[in-house]
């Protein structure tokens, strides 16, 4: 029997996580990490797989021969940017750990606005005891714009949490107990909006998408007046010159934001001074190293065996 191709693992993820992952992964074959300087001079030429989150942009002319590329993430812009990107499958990571990941930061995000949790911590700092008019969730609706995978499992925790929940997204969906909007609904939906909630792919379509324009949109007849802003998908698709400045004129009342245009965000932004904006460093969901190794062996196992590769990217609709 031939020896079975090699995999190569280029992660910018935390280097103890992925060396403890690696442990036991792949136990029928050779695992090259990139981050292992022994590797540095290897010839990359002849292996078939390849996982990669943020790669050095060096790896397909390094690694002429792939069959599929495994991304480290349920998102493929940091791959579909990559010079010379193979006509090969892109597998993208899709897994419990990191669906349940999201729901959690996004119903904790919209929880947190709901129970103005910001102003009793400012009033807890000057030692003031003070209760505020509660809303209560069913009061809010939260519109999710992105109803894949972590759009649908958000929504459906948030409507346990209450809250009344709306979707949008470029194909009309059908989810028990939410009202979905399609692509060309999004006025409609905007409307409903008092709590906005992206987790949209970056791909050309959603660039920038949430903007000045947008937000102006938002309903107005939320319990706190203007709408709040929550973004868990990319930072490409906000415009953040148009939060801050929705956010000073009153149009937003208050923002969560994981993602940022520029990764890191600078230490000169506005935001990390903003009493209304939570902020979180792109770890809303992140990868469990482990899951993500077995998710790569099952997809192997089923391409040796025949079978079809799942969640493969459709690369020209960029997700
Ligand atoms: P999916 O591919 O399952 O879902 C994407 C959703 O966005 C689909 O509903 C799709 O519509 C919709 N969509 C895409 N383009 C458009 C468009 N132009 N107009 C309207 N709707 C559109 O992805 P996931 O749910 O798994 O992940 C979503 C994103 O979340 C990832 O791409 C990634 O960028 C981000 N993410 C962020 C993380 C973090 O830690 N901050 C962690 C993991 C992911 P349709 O259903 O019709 O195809
Ligand atoms: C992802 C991410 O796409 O963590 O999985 O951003």
């Known amino acids: 029997m031939p020896a079975k191709s090699p995999v190569i693992v280029d992660l910018k993820f935390i280097p103890e996580e992925v060396e403890t992952a690696l442990k036991g992964a792949f136990p029928d074959r050779e695992v090259i990490n990139r981050a292992d300087a022994v590797h540095d001079n290897r010839d990359l030429s002849g292996i078939d797989y390849a996982v990669v989150w943020k790669s050095a942009p060096d790896l397909f002319d390094r690694a002429p021969d792939l069959k599929v590329v495994f991304s480290g993430g349920a998102g493929v812009d940091h791959v579909l940017t990559l010079p010379g990107l193979p006509e090969v499958p892109l597998v993208r990571f899709v897994d419990r750990s990191l669906t349940t990941r999201m729901s959690e930061w996004v119903v904790m995000q919209c929880l947190m606005h709901l129970r103005q949790h910001r102003t009793y911590e400012a009033l807890a700092a000057k030692r003031e005891w003070r209760d505020l008019s509660q809303p209560e969730a069913a009061d809010v609706t939260v519109g999710i714009m992105g109803m894949g995978v972590l759009g649908q499992d958000a929504a459906r925790k948030l409507s346990v949490m209450g809250f009344k929940v709306v979707g949008w997204s470029?194909?009309?969906?059908?989810?028990?107990?939410?009202?979905?909007?399609?692509?060309?609904?999004?006025?409609?939906?905007?409307?409903?909006?008092?709590?906005?909630?992206?987790?949209?792919?970056?791909?050309?379509?959603?660039?920038?998408?949430?903007?000045?324009?947008?937000?102006?949109?938002?309903?107005?007849?939320?319990?706190?007046?203007?709408?709040?802003?929550?973004?868990?998908?990319?930072?490409?698709?906000?415009?953040?010159a148009d939060i801050l400045s929705s956010l000073d004129a009153g149009i937003l009342h208050a923002a969560s934001l994981d993602v940022f245009e520029q990764e890191p965000l600078s230490p000169d932004s506005r935001f990390w001074q903003m009493p209304n904006v939570y902020m979180t460093p792109h770890v809303a969901a992140s990868s469990d190293v482990k899951a993500l190794f077995r998710h790569v062996e099952q997809q192997i196992a089923r391409l040796e065996s025949g079978q079809p590769l799942q969640h493969v990217v459709d690369k020209l609709a960029g997700y």
Do not use: C, H, M, W
Request: glycine fraction near 18%.
């Open 170 to 240: 470029r194909g009309k969906k059908a989810v028990d107990g939410i009202e979905t909007y399609g692509g060309d609904e999004l006025d409609a939906f905007l409307a409903r909006t008092d709590f906005l909630v992206g987790l949209l792919p970056l791909t050309p379509e959603t660039q920038g998408i949430f903007n000045a324009g947008l937000f102006a949109k938002l309903s107005r007849n939320g319990p706190f007046g203007a709408p709040v802003f929550i973004n868990g998908g990319r930072g490409g698709s906000q415009n953040e």
